[in-house]
């Protein structure tokens, strides 16, 4: 009988732990993890490839790690997502305060990523409300997966390594406070004071 | 052993059965939606078609109006957008978006109506969380889904395909769109289909 429990015991720790490993590998990185490889289509618009640091003819995609700068905000945005429309013009804000400042505009370089989007409903999005930094679509959820299904807005702040990871230093939800409260906290989370 | 063995299996279950949403931490607005999972595409059977004059109906909208396709006839093209339930995951993505795509809708002298079956007091409480919409939001509560099966998409289990339906001022239909319900529409597909008219 003790043998029975134990074996039905053995079987459900089994199905914990796979079930505890599931959920791992779709959680959302934390501060103080890796961020997901992730591939992104190479911008058209050849000022968003100056932005970055890609090269002209550095080919079809590219990876965060590419990206010339110690420092990259991501935003998974959506064109559906309330939160995504109404914090816009506050992104948009945020990245000229970047691109002004000298201290940051070359450490720290923004990019939203659409969730479910797709390039047609991305570029929608970046015509409402004149976003000039890169926007890319993630028409499948692939990406969107990686990162734990994250609702959105969702801010990443990432540092890249001597090694070429991209690390996670700030991972937060927005919508329940402004975006701008929640990019001033990843600034200073970064270290990164304006001059 | 046997009791401990037992409150370790009731133990060893309950995380399996709770791993899975704790390790997402709580969302106020994610709690909010119920997910029901996986759903048949399609459930239904069209009834209209493209070239076809389009079923009349009288709904009443959230704003307490009734709202008649026939008040358009001579004056709008319209679009109606059926949507199969409140407070579920693809359908509270949809509608939200609609509100930064007036200006497609205009410039096609087009009219967006929402439509699903649930109630008026629902779809009151369901549609104050997306903001403000442009657009009228219609119950076809009761008879139930009466305007959905007069076109033909509503599912066996009572609730509405997600679809849509472009109707010219003549208002004969010139083209139908009947979502997987698991997925949202693109918008570009409702900028090609808003040619139709």
């Known amino acids: 009988m003790i043998h029975r429990y134990l074996h039905i015991f053995l ?59 110690p420092v990259i905000i991501v935003e998974i945005f959506s064109m559906y997502c309330p939160h995504c429309q109404r914090e816009a013009p506050a992104l948009n804000k945020f990245y000229e305060r970047l691109e002004r400042t000298g201290g940051l505009r070359d450490k720290v370089k923004l990019i939203g990523i659409g969730a479910g989007n797709s390039a047609y409903e991305v570029e929608h999005f970046r015509k409402t409300y004149d976003i000039p930094f890169p926007l890319f679509p993630d028409g499948d959820f692939s990406i969107h997966k990686k990162v734990g299904e994250v609702r959105t807005p969702y801010f990443f702040g990432l540092k890249k390594t001597a090694t070429g990871t991209v690390d996670v230093f700030f991972s937060e939800l927005g919508g329940a406070k402004d975006a701008a409260e929640v990019l001033d906290e990843l600034l200073k989370v970064a270290g990164l004071e304006e001059k | ?61 959230v704003a307490g109006k009734t709202v008649r396709l026939s008040d358009f006839r001579g004056k709008k093209n319209v679009v109606l957008s059926f949507v199969p339930a409140a407070w579920t995951p693809v359908c509270s993505d949809q509608w939200p978006g609609y509100k ?6 205009k410039q096609h002298d087009a009219v967006l109506l929402g439509i699903t079956v649930d109630n008026i007091p629902t779809l009151f409480a369901w549609t104050r969380q997306m903001g403000q919409l442009w657009f009228p939001v219609l119950s076809d509560f009761w008879p139930h889904g009466e305007t959905a099966d007069a076109y033909g998409i509503l599912r066996s289990d009572g609730t509405s395909e997600r679809a849509l339906f472009f109707i010219n001022r003549e208002g004969v239909i010139t083209h139908i769109h009947v979502e997987n319900i698991n997925l949202r529409p693109k918008l570009e597909t409702i900028v090609e289909a808003l040619k139709s008219f």
Do not use: W
């Open chain 2, 1 to 61: 052993m046997k009791k401990l063995s037992a409150i370790l299996l009731v133990i060893s279950m309950a995380g399996c059965l709770c791993t899975g949403t704790a390790a997402r931490g709580a969302d106020t607005l994610k709690d909010n939606i119920y997910d029901p999972g996986h759903l048949k595409p399609v459930d239904s059977q069209l009834k209209v078609e493209v070239g076809q004059t389009a079923p009349d109906f009288a709904l009443p909208s």
């Open chain 1, 11 to 69: 079987f459900s720790l089994i199905l914990l732990l796979a079930s505890v490993t599931a959920s791992h590998s779709q959680e959302t990185p934390k501060a103080g993890e890796k961020f997901p490889p992730v591939t992104l289509p190479a911008p058209d618009n050849p000022a968003h490839r100056e932005y970055l640091g890609l090269p002209e003819d550095g080919g079809e995609t590219f990876s965060l790690s590419d990206i010339r700068a």
């Open chain 2, 100 to 105: 930064i795509a007036h200006d497609l809708f």
